[in-house]
């Protein structure tokens, strides 16, 4: 298809090339109240979400984008093929596109930034206009390299059509629409939230030079991503809560992947890295006050 990428209109949301993405909405939504909800749809939707949402942040961006572990080639490919299944476009197009995000950080040249578009575009927009359709290749050269990879990137759909097909073979109507279609939805949207939200809501613990924010509950959704603001701080990290109160799944299921010898060199926070935290609000002018001399109650 001839896709608009750069002209004037490639802003726009192109509404037939995305109707799967609304149709899925209302299927996920419909379906979800035809067939109800059981103790065998918590399992399919709990359990998709659980591994997809893994291969998000473990695999997508913690592996491809920012290289926070190693890992074979044959693990790299089973990371890239479960998180095809969330419909979130190829392995290459995501990191590479990733990769952007954090150069530009809410500046206007960022992809989504609430600051510089608002909420809409940063969470949704930019994903339904066709400016960010292509995969910059030369930015993501060094798994670019993989043919497998190149390949799941070219053909991201079949992927999702499959695992659509095989949720409804294996668990019939409860599992293609808890396990497929609702668990898509919520993966989407969950990931799409630390674009928007965790650069709008949430404490901000260093000094970065975007809008990024730690966010708990977004951080309890996918699995430790909404500790952005330290990620943005610091992304060489594959532990993204810190300290030990800010839980991060992801990290937790690399550290049990290390022991079983699956990855290895999973990059932890510098000490000096992690303390490296900007002064309270108000710091500078109590020391400055602690230094005048205090003359209240010295009256002769
Ligand atoms: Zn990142
Ligand atoms: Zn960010």
Redesign the pocket.
């Known amino acids: 298809m001839d896709l608009d990428y750069t002209g004037p209109n490639a802003d726009r949301p192109r509404w037939r090339e995305n109707a799967p993405f609304f149709a899925l909405h209302a299927v996920a939504i419909g379906g979800a109240i035809m067939v109800g909800w059981s103790w065998a749809a918590f399992a399919w939707f709990a359990g998709s979400y659980a591994v997809r949402m893994f291969a998000i942040t473990g695999g997508l ?1 913690r592996y491809f ?2 290289r926070t572990f190693k890992t074979g080639r044959v693990f790299q490919f089973v990371l890239a093929f479960l998180a095809m299944s969330t419909a979130q476009q190829g392995p290459l197009w995501w990191a590479a596109h ?1 990769r952007r ?2 150069k530009e950080s809410d500046t206007p040249n960022d992809l989504h930034s609430p600051r510089q578009r608002g909420f809409y575009w940063s969470h949704v927009g930019w994903i339904l206009s066709s400016r960010h359709r292509a995969t910059d290749y030369a930015k993501i050269k060094d798994f670019a390299k993989y043919p497998e990879l190149v390949f799941l990137n070219r053909h991201d759909m079949a992927f999702v059509v499959g695992y659509g097909a095989l949720t409804m073979l294996v668990g019939g109507p409860i599992g293609f629409v808890w396990g497929f279609m609702m668990s898509i939805v919520v993966t989407w949207h969950a990931t799409f939230c630390i674009n928007s939200l965790a650069h709008v809501l949430g404490r901000r613990r260093y000094d970065t030079s975007d809008d990024s924010r730690n966010n708990g509950v977004l951080a309890l959704l996918t699995f430790g991503e909404g500790w952005h603001n330290n ?1 943005h701080h610091y ?1 060489r990290s594959a532990r993204q809560g810190f300290f030990w109160w800010e839980v991060d799944l992801t990290y937790y299921v690399l550290k049990g992947l290390e022991a079983l010898h699956v990855v290895r060199d999973v990059a932890g926070v510098p000490r000096h890295v992690r303390d490296a935290v900007m002064p309270a609000p108000g710091s500078d002018l109590l020391s400055s006050t602690n230094k005048v001399p205090v003359i209240t109650g010295r009256l002769p």
């Open positions: 961006h984008s920012h990733h995000h954090h990620h992304q």
